[in-house]
């Protein structure tokens, strides 16, 4: 959830694809037929932070590393560079 609440989707897509998508707020993205597409991703970094204190990763301190896989698309590793620096 920490993660998820660590990105800035807004961000991305008014100023890395460029493209006026709408950001996904939920597993199921904006677009698909009459799906009403659940908000339940929201960037919030304060409490982004403070759920990992909770965990006992204060200011992310010990997290463990991950890796952020994407395909070979230019575009989408500028978007993993965009989430790995968030």
């Not at 993660?3 to 993205?29: C, F, H, S, W, Y």
């Not at 463990?64 to 994407?70: A, C, D, E, G, S």
């Amino acid at each position: 959830m920490a993660l998820n609440l660590a990105v800035d989707q807004e961000a991305i897509v008014k100023n890395v694809t460029r493209q006026n998508e709408q950001p996904a707020t939920g597993l199921t993205p904006p677009g698909m037929g009459d799906y009403q597409t659940l908000k339940v991703m929201t960037y919030e970094p304060n409490k982004a932070r403070q759920l990992l204190a909770e965990a006992g990763y204060p200011n992310g301190k010990g997290f463990l590393k991950f890796n952020i896989l994407t395909n070979t698309s230019e575009a989408h590793r500028t978007i993993a560079e965009v989430i790995q620096q968030m």
